[in-house]
T-cell receptor
């Protein structure tokens, strides 16, 4: 079964607004990662949060992790048109090299 | 150098053709990956090489043949593909957290991808 289901599937906001994306997963994890993908391009790693962390910040990004609910959220504050992209959460299988990506949230920021 | 490069950027091939996709990284990473991504879908893992040995093959059809000639290079040989194989093929690399051949991967660095169209 797939780890990392995300909602919403698509999100359209105005520049300057905040964007929140959610991710749920099904099994135990060591860490959870968020990636961004611009249309038709490779993925770019944004942030990693470990299972013993509850919140992490990086610039305009804020990630939370709730291991009891098996969920994570990504908040982008003061969004910009350049933030328009797809965002994926990713959970590695413990002990191996396999990473499962969530279905992704497509964010569109209108200027 | 924190870049993963992939060539070609675009590839159009017929079902009887043989072609290869190439990936290169110079970050000293010892794990390299091939993913397939269809439009509006997440990447799907195809193969993982760890220390130049095939570690994971996600039941990929034999018309896809990976090769890892050295620690910096990863190839994907294509033969007798089907139109449904048309997709974005992504290469990635990472450094295994533990020394040795096992270990949970953390950050993966992705190349820009090869857009493959099979006619």
């Amino acid at each position: 079964s797939q780890q990392g289901e995300e909602d919403p599937q698509a999100l359209s906001i105005q520049e300057g607004e905040n964007a929140t994306m959610n991710c749920s997963y099904k099994t135990s994890i060591n860490n959870l990662q968020w990636y961004r993908q611009n249309s038709g391009r490779g993925l770019v790693h944004l942030i990693l949060i470990r299972s013993n962390e509850r919140e992490k910040h990086s610039g305009r990004l804020r990630v939370t992790l709730d291991t009891s609910k098996k969920s994570s959220s990504l908040l982008i504050t003061a969004s910009r048109a350049a933030d328009t992209a797809s965002y994926f959460c990713a959970t590695p299988y413990t002990g191996g090299f396999k990473t499962i990506f969530g279905a992704g949230t497509r964010l569109f920021v209108k200027a | 150098d924190t870049e993963v490069t992939q060539t070609p950027k675009h590839l159009v091939m017929g079902m009887t053709n043989k072609k290869s996709l190439k990936c290169e990284q110079h970050m000293g990473h010892r794990a390299m990956y091939w993913y397939k991504q269809k439009a509006k879908k997440p990447p799907e893992l195809m193969f993982v090489y760890s220390y130049e040995k095939l570690s994971i093959n996600e039941s990929v059809p034999s018309r896809f043949s990976p090769e890892c000639p050295n620690s910096s290079l990863l190839n994907l040989h294509l033969h007798a593909l089907q139109p449904e194989d048309s997709a974005l093929y992504l290469c990635a690399s990472s450094q295994p957290r533990l020394a040795g051949r096992g270990g949970n991967t953390d950050t993966q660095y992705f190349g820009p991808g090869t857009r493959l169209t099979v006619l």
